[in-house]
């Protein structure tokens, strides 16, 4: 008996011998601020490793309005229904931010590449506001416009206010202004696609290379809903409707649980099946434990089926989680409800 | 004879035929020619005795040179320097880094110097290869901490400061052993960034700019047509906008005298209580060795409010001198006529705003009443910052997280006193103000459209005069 417990003890302080061996073989005993490999790999230079609030979806089938890619001298967004060529020798240089915290995305920023050999050159900046989560009090892209107009800086004097325009068989909401001290003009050409302002606009000082590139738009597509006070989805895509998930058509409702305060707004588009279920989560901007919660909260949301014509659609609209940022109040703000 | 004429000649026709050329843009340099334009106490601080006497009781506290025992107790056992004058001392105390050969000649990087001050042991100190004689002032982060095999282990974000310096191999320091983190496997790792102190002038007006007008400043410029957004860091207490250091992740002046006396300095005060580990000793290993603790031999904190003080300097902590010091710190002076002339800094400014630099850098906001100095209230910040936290790209990411700013969001960096600044960009990359422009562009960036505008739309002349306008400041 006893030598049997000898030989137990000599067993456990042999294996807490070895695990102390082990452990000091391991990870640096600092945790991390020590290295004695000369020679590691390297991390990539010029990569964002370490994202705050950000973009994400719950999947990655369905389109995002920051899907869209230049490829082929060609910006195609599939969740827009949008396809733009780049003019010969115009380019993509670089990729831009995630969207904001109030809804606005960086498209694509284009201008003349290294071989370009005009003697004008330019920038054409393809930008969208999310109608549900603008700071400014409008509701369609008409609006914002004319809002934009009201509140140029003084630096700037208006050279066409805003004004209904067709190029090809599309319509925009035309704004030009200019800069008189830089000799910059630009000339904002806006759509409304699915509760989003699309914005191209283009900066020059060369007013003939501006037009030329506006009547260049003329061979983009864009889906039949585009306009500038229409551009509420509907068709292949869900109806999008302002504050859709409020009131007596939210019939059922779990609160995401957080755990950590961020105090930052979280801007959700939401796409709602025919039966009434979330069937899509897409996070303007949000923290990775705040678009698991909210997600997970969601998909539990139950909504009364929207009917268009006595039959049931898709919708897509906004939620507002977190903190919601101060948003001037207008009576037009309620312009994109149905 | 003919030499020169000939000269003169091709002068004229390269100027004629090539403007492009003749008059390249080039960075003015830092402002020489009009005295030191930063440094001062507000004007209704000098008016105060009280005042004035609490400033420049800070001032003298700023400038101090800590020791490890003795009658400035409390430095290290982990350091990057051994006062806040030190590095924050271009072109004034309170400034940024300073240089040798640049006006006002303040002297070369003291980081560089502190083996031959004798600051640390050069037996158990070697100078990080980042550190050089004409180089900025730096702190080192590692993004993320180390795997056993040396590589970066990016699912452990770390970010924390890897101070330079340990105490070890000085006199004072009794039996305490430490080494320096490995900052040339860091390099080989490519996990290791660096940051350069933020000038502290005019420090006081943004404390006193309230929220609202932040977040209406931030509304106004939604509307822009430059591809950027923005964002506010916020403080994890009361979740009000946060606004110093260059993520925007301190509070008050005085969270960032007290984190910078602890973490820079090594001196626990009575916002942060204990002597500080490397992040890695403290969250993955077992804290800083017995031997290294109490080195003072004052027991914790190492900074405290003295009730056995004779007046109102004497009572008060290091950590409320710094602050009260930065709080009345006045805003730096702009010049209206150098570089380049009234005319030129004239349309500068104005084609800062043409261009959409303003939309960031916004040129001015108003502060609230202030209960502390007349100076401080309902006064004009000439700041050139929204406070706001902007994502700029893969270029200048430091995959550093810290509070709601993530990899590639810093902090509008405010451009008062931008003319006498040597060092530009979080980690002082820069020293020309046109590759801290260039900079501002790249995947994922905010800037793009306005760096792209400025580069590819103004004419040189354009661009000189931004440039001269810039330095003006």
Request: contains cysteine; proline residues 7%.
């Amino acid at each position: 008996m006893n030598m049997h417990r000898r030989i137990s003890r000599c067993l456990v302080l042999l294996g807490f011998s070895i695990s102390l061996l082990a452990r000091a073989q391991g990870p640096p005993q600092s945790g991390g601020d020590f290295s004695n490999n000369p020679q590691p790999n390297a991390l990539p230079s010029g990569v964002i490793l370490l994202k705050g609030a950000w973009s994400s979806a719950s999947d990655s089938v369905t389109p995002l309005p920051e899907g869209g890619r230049v490829a082929g001298s060609v910006y195609s967004n599939q969740y827009l229904g949008l396809t733009y060529a780049l003019s010969r020798d115009w380019t993509e240089k670089y990729s831009g931010p995630p969207p904001s915290a109030n809804g606005y995305y960086v498209l694509a920023q284009i201008r003349p590449a290294e071989k370009f050999k005009g003697t004008s050159r330019g920038i054409i900046l393809i930008a969208a506001q999310d109608l549900f989560f603008t700071l400014t009090p409008a509701g369609n892209a008409l609006e914002l416009t004319n809002y934009s107009k009201d509140a140029l800086s003084p630096d700037y004097k208006v050279e066409q206010p805003p004004a209904l325009v067709r190029i090809g068989s599309h319509s925009f909401v035309r704004f030009d202004y200019v800069s008189p001290v830089a000799e910059l003009h630009w000339h904002v050409l806006a759509t409304q696609i699915r509760c989003h302002m699309v914005q191209f606009v283009f900066t020059s000082r060369d007013t003939k290379l501006m037009e030329s590139l506006i009547q260049e738009m003329g061979k983009m597509t864009l889906p039949a809903e585009a306009g500038p006070i229409s551009g509420r989805g509907g068709g292949e895509v869900p109806v999008c409707i302002k504050d859709y998930a409020q009131g007596e058509n939210v019939l059922e409702r779990i609160d995401p649980v957080i755990a950590e305060r961020h105090f930052n707004p979280v801007p959700v588009r939401i796409i709602i099946d025919k039966e009434g279920k979330v069937k899509h989560v897409h996070f303007l901007s949000a923290f990775p434990d705040q678009a698991k919660a909210i997600t997970d909260a969601l998909f539990q949301w139950r909504f009364r089926p929207y009917l268009r014509d006595g039959r049931r659609v898709e919708v897509e609209t906004g939620v507002m989680f977190g903190r919601a940022p101060r948003r001037p109040t207008s009576s037009s703000a309620e312009a994109v409800n149905e | 004879m003919k030499t020169i004429e000939f000269a003169w000649v091709y002068a004229l026709l390269v100027a004629l035929f090539f403007p492009g050329m003749a008059f390249a843009q080039t960075d003015p340099g830092v402002r020489s020619t009009t005295g030191v334009n930063a440094g001062q106490p507000l004007a209704s601080v000098t008016a105060n005795a009280n005042d004035l006497a609490f400033f420049q009781a800070g001032l003298e506290q700023f400038n101090e040179h800590q020791t490890v025992k003795g009658d400035n107790p409390g430095l290290g056992p982990r350091f990057n320097l051994d006062s806040c004058g030190a590095c924050h001392s271009q072109p004034a105390p309170g400034g940024t880094s300073p240089a040798s050969l640049i006006f006002p000649n303040v002297g070369s990087n003291p980081q560089s110097q502190v083996i031959a001050s004798g600051l640390v042991s050069g037996s158990t100190n070697t100078i990080p290869f980042f550190v050089v004689a004409n180089g900025p002032v730096r702190e080192a982060r590692f993004p993320f901490f180390f795997n056993a095999n040396g590589t970066a282990n990016i699912n452990a974000p770390n970010g924390g400061v890897e101070d330079l310096f340990t105490v070890t191999g000085r006199a004072d320091a009794g039996a305490c052993t430490l080494q320096q983190p490995s900052f040339t496997a860091a390099r080989a790792a490519n996990n290791i960034i660096f940051r350069i102190p933020t000038p502290t002038f005019g420090t006081g007006l943004m404390a006193n700019i309230d929220d609202s007008t932040l977040l209406a400043n931030h509304t106004t410029q939604a509307t822009n047509r430059l591809g950027i957004g923005g964002t506010f860091n916020h403080n994890g207490n009361d979740g009000t906008i946060s606004r110093y250091g260059w993520k925007a992740q301190n509070k008050s002046l005085m969270i960032f005298a007290g984190e910078a006396y602890n973490v820079e300095m090594g001196i626990s005060n009575e916002l942060f209580t204990q002597d500080r580990p490397l992040p890695g000793e403290d969250q993955l290993g077992s804290g800083l060795p017995a031997n290294c603790l109490n080195l003072a031999g004052t027991g914790y904190p190492e900074d405290i409010t003295h009730s056995d003080g004779t007046d109102a300097h004497t009572v008060t902590s290091d950590t409320a001198l710094f602050s009260v010091f930065m709080q009345f710190l006045d805003q730096p002076t702009p010049s209206a006529t150098v570089p380049g002339g009234a005319a030129s800094i004239s349309r500068g400014r104005a084609l800062f705003s043409a261009v959409g630099c303003a939309v960031c850098h916004t040129p001015s906001l108003t502060t609230q009443p202030s209960h502390l100095t007349a100076g401080l209230g309902d006064a004009t910040a000439n700041l050139f910052s929204d406070i706001e936290i902007h994502h700029m790209g893969a270029t200048l990411a430091d995959n550093v997280s810290q509070g709601g700013a993530g990899g590639d969001q810093f902090r509008t960096a405010p451009l008062w006193g931008l003319g006498q600044r040597i060092f530009f960009l979080h980690d002082g990359r820069a020293t020309d103000l046109l590759a801290a422009i260039e900079a501002h562009e790249g995947n994922g960036g905010e800037a793009n459209i306005v760096e792209a505008i400025f580069d590819q739309l103004l004419t040189p002349g354009q661009q000189q005069d931004m440039l001269n306008f810039l330095r003006s400041l």
